[in-house]
């Protein structure tokens, strides 16, 4: 009797079977999942006969292999595709066979083969198990031919593996938030119990991560990033030369808080040794925000006003008052081509650095440090320029001639009444730089490194807006003093950072006397105030008109920092102020203006899939529930009971519906404009790459990341 075993057939069988697998694993562990299953077929594989195996028929390959898997599963031994026979006329397989994992002999190497490595163990005897299903070419259908079940070798200490869905989808999360491989599964074998509990082996978990990581760029590693890119070009074999990307949240900050730009490089970020430069700024908060960033081929002038351009097209021709970089001479060339208004700064940090190199005498390092960040005159400053340069005996030093022609872009004197927003070094990039590279190797393709990227942005959104929902909720605590009402009044409109410094001027106000007063009108007024308990001769002279929003002072920290300085403070309370008048302080640092960027992206991570949204808060649920119920056993035996039924429900109704967690994908909500051009781009090459050089690399033989070795 032939008996047709149909795909229903089969899924019953194997649901079942998985019952039963999993029903085993909670009984070790003291319970027993409940549930009804279906068992209108069933095949008992543990006594199977091989005369009724031969009659079987099969609608289709993959119900005569699902039915072979099981079968393996069940007696305890792994299979593989052995041979296979194809019509030529249709292309239709003529028979398909499959055999025991440890069928056949190792091929023995050629002679002049030399192993590299040392060889594995011998898994392969010679077993002859194996099942045999032929077309017929009437029917449709496939039988069965041959099938053997005896074994050569031992079938115990066989242990099925495979990873679940949970499991795949647990890899997939903490692998793209920045974990590595051997660490996602350092944290996996935690939670199963303890190391050999999970039902596969960490090469398992390797290989996974691997196929799904290729799958990722299948299309080219360039072309699977196109929908977070805004401009990109090519070269002549039509491979990546330079590529800028930034999002909607990015911006949104960049109109707000773009006044002053920050832009440096970094290296050794990818797989190609592409340079990355990153754009970034301050918040009201005094946080870094980033603006967007590019990756380049080479760092040429022509490079650097291709990028300048990418970067006015995606904020809507908006320039920056004030850029801050180092002393790369491709960047100064391009920012006065592209930004002829911004004023332009070179970062602090770097040249403290480079006179350090270039100039051999320690008192002349820590004078020029000092001469640098001086809030003098430049009157002031020409005249200790020459006096320093005389006293050290540098004045023929090339170093120091070149510094002294660049002394617009970076001596104090120059910028005093120019908005920098506090920023005199390019230091909040380099955290920046640090910060990315903690998550980042350079083996990782463009797709992956953007993926992390785009997670430390969202941290630092995330921060802001903590940050700003704190202190609107929370304001600082205000002191008992004489001007309290003007504490008070900058506590509930400014940030918490702005705050301590306008309340360290208030506390500086009183070494302050006012040698004259000028009244024009009750809201006009000039002063010259001195200082109380010093000496010199030093004298700042104060304009306030109330009526015209004017408030100057000639020490221009109103300007320079957009901080009221003790000495207008000082003029408000000779007028009997309480409160800050508007544009006493600066727009950007009020707790409003983060009001505005908040009411436009409340939310730091942008809208996933509605699967994910329900993962993340199931299992947030359930460890908190996990924590309290281990505590007692009849909680625990409670809880466990109650969670195998709503694990055999949902189980139930998972199968209904055809769900893969390999093509999972989660959108992306207000992203810039992409550009027109064609997204086929190939893979660029990987180039000479510039920055510090590391320690001796070498790659990890499991999860191929690169290990860092430090030989003493």
């Known amino acids: ?37 279906s068992d209108s077929v069933d095949f008992n594989f543990e006594n199977i006969n091989e005369d009724a195996v031969r009659q079987l028929v099969f609608e289709s390959l993959d119900d005569a292999e699902k039915f072979y898997t099981l079968y393996a599963d069940v007696v305890g031994f792994g299979i593989r595709k052995q041979g296979v026979k194809r019509k030529t006329a249709d292309d239709i397989i003529k028979y398909r066979e499959w055999v025991c994992a440890c069928e056949g002999f190792r091929r023995r190497p050629k002679a002049d083969y030399t192993r590299k490595r040392e060889a594995k163990v011998v898994t392969r005897c010679g077993c002859i198990a194996c099942f045999r299903v032929a077309h ?14 005896q074994h050569n070798h031992d079938l115990r200490g066989y242990k099925k593996r495979y990873i679940s869905m949970p499991d795949k989808c647990m890899l997939n999360l903490i692998t793209d938030a920045g974990f590595r491989p051997c660490q996602a599964m350092d944290l996996l074998e935690q939670l199963a119990g303890g190391v050999g509990k999970m039902s596969f082996t960490r090469k398992d978990g390797y290989n996974w991560l691997n196929s799904m990581r290729l799958k990722r760029i299948e299309g080219g590693d360039v072309n699977t990033i196109v929908s977070f890119f805004y401009k990109y070009t090519v070269n002549d074999q039509g491979a990546l030369s330079k590529l800028f990307w930034c999002d909607g949240a990015s911006r949104a900050e960049y109109e707000i808080f773009g006044d002053v730009l920050i832009f440096d490089s970094t290296y050794k970020t990818n797989k190609y040794f592409y340079p990355l430069v990153i754009f970034s700024g301050t918040n009201n908060h005094g946080s870094t925000f980033i603006f967007g960033a590019s990756f380049m081929y080479n760092e040429t002038i022509e490079s650097y006003r291709w990028l300048l351009q990418a970067f006015l097209e995606a904020m809507n021709g908006k320039v920056p008052g004030s850029v801050l970089t180092d002393q790369d001479s491709s960047m100064v060339a391009a920012i006065s081509s592209e930004f002829p208004g911004a004023k332009h700064r070179l970062c602090s940090w770097h040249l403290g650095r480079n006179v350090r190199q270039n100039i051999e005498v320690a008192d002349f390092c820590s004078d020029f440090m000092r001469l640098l960040k001086e809030p003098c005159s430049i009157d002031e400053f020409e005249i200790s320029w020459l006096n320093m340069v005389e006293m050290y005996e540098v004045a023929e030093k090339q170093w120091v001639i070149d ?62 807006l903590s940050q700003q929902n704190d202190l609107e909720k929370f304001k600082p605590a205000v002191r008992e003093s004489p001007l309290q009402g003007l504490e008070k009044h900058a506590a509930s409109i400014c940030t918490k950072q702005i705050f301590y410094m306008i309340r360290e001027e208030i506390e500086a106000e009183q070494g302050l006397l006012v040698e004259n007063h000028i009244k024009i009108s009750e809201e006009h007024c000039k002063f010259i105030f001195k200082n109380y308990n010093k000496s010199d001769d030093a004298r700042y002279y104060v304009i306030i008109d109330k009526f015209n929003s004017i408030f100057a002072c000639s020490c ?17 309370k000779f007028m009997g102020m309480t409160e800050f008048p508007e544009k006493s302080i600066h727009t950007r ?102 920055g510090a050089s590391r320690a001796k690399q070498q790659k990890c033989s499991f999860c191929r990341y690169v290990c860092t070795l430090n030989w003493f």
């Not at 017929?136 to 079940?149: A, L, N, Q």
């Not at 980042?440 to 993926?451: G, I, P, R, Y």
């Open 556 to 572: 221009l920290k109103l300007e320079s920092e957009g901080v009221p300085c003790r000495h207008i403070i000082s003029s408000f």
């Open 136 to 149: 017929d070419r009437f029917s449709g259908h496939y039988s069965v031919t041959k099938f053997e079940r």
């Open 1 to 37: 009797m032939t008996t047709i075993v149909t795909p229903n057939c089969l899924g019953t069988t194997l649901k079942k079977r998985e019952r039963r697998e999993r029903e085993k694993r909670e009984d070790e562990r003291g319970g027993k999942i409940g549930g009804q299953i």
């Open 403 to 464: 510094m002294y022609k660049k002394k617009e872009m970076w001596a104090e004197a120059y910028f005093r009444g120019h908005f920098m927003a506090m920023a005199c070094t390019t230091q909040r990039a380099e955290s920046m730089n640090s910060l990315i590279k903690l998550a980042v190797t350079q083996m990782m393709s463009f797709a992956e490194f953007v993926n992390q990227f785009e997670r430390k942005i969202q941290g630092l959104r995330s921060s802001f």
């Open 589 to 690: 640092w009020l707790l409003d203006t983060g009001r505005i960027l908040k009411s436009k992206f409340p939310e730091a991570t942008p809208v996933v899939g509605r699967q994910q949204t329900r993962f993340a808060h199931l299992n947030k649920e359930f460890l908190h529930l996990s924590y309290l119920s281990s505590h007692t056993e009849s909680k625990f035996v409670e809880c466990l009971t109650q969670v195998r039924k709503f694990s055999n429900e949902a189980a139930e109704e998972f199968s209904k519906h055809d769900v893969n967690i390999d093509s999972m994908s989660f959108e992306n909500v207000d992203d810039p404009p992409v550009c027109t051009k064609s997204s086929n781009v190939n893979d660029p090459k990987r180039i000479k790459t510039r």
